[in-house]
């Protein structure tokens, strides 16, 4: 059996170096740092989001049940069984000058239609946003919403440090610092 001979060649760097080891590991080292102190967050806000997020549920329910909420759907459910009333009228007159052959009484009930739409939209969605401005401004929702974000707030920190520290190290090894 002939034995073959590997040669083995190194290419030139040319204009480039070899990344430094100290400032690789300096990135390695900042990067295990910030990722354990994730492992470390994670541990200790695991609960605490799990907490507060069946905090943010259970004071969304008590907010919808909340005397101010049922005042603010019941005007919602008023503005909304009037546009229904309304556009149906208007169908209706549309209907009727369509059957009479009335063109002047069908393009007025069309423009009628139109306006209502218009008016009942912007209607039915200011009672839509005052449901929600009602639910959302429930004190204990807010609370437990704010607590949440807290928590959060510092694994994204985490996670971001993280990133971070990443694209550092890339760029100590690609530059060859």
């Not at 740092?33 to 541990?43: N, P």
């Not at 989001?49 to 008023?78: C, E, G, K, M, Y």
Request: no cysteine.
């Amino acid at each position: 059996m002939p034995r073959m001979k590997t040669l083995l060649g190194l290419e030139q760097l040319g204009d480039r170096t070899l990344p430094s080891a100290t400032a690789v590991a300096a990135d390695l080292a900042q990067l295990s740092s910030h990722t354990q102190q994730l492992q470390t967050d994670v541990a200790t806000l695991g609960a605490t989001i799990q907490a507060d997020t069946q905090a943010v549920h259970t004071a969304l329910r008590t907010a919808r049940s909340s005397p101010a909420v049922l005042a603010v759907l019941r005007q919602a459910r008023n503005d909304a069984g009037i546009a229904r009333a309304t556009i149906a009228g208007d169908q209706a007159a549309i209907a009727a000058a369509t059957a009479a052959g009335d063109t002047v009484a069908l393009a007025a009930a069309q423009a009628k239609l139109r306006a209502d739409s218009v008016a009942l939209r912007a209607t039915l969605q200011a009672s839509a946003a005052a449901v929600t401005a009602a639910i959302n401004t429930n004190p204990a929702l807010v609370s437990a919403r704010a607590s949440l974000a807290a928590a959060e707030a510092q694994l994204a920190a985490d996670r971001a440090a993280i990133q971070a520290d990443i694209a550092r190290l890339r760029v100590d090894v690609q530059s060859g610092v």
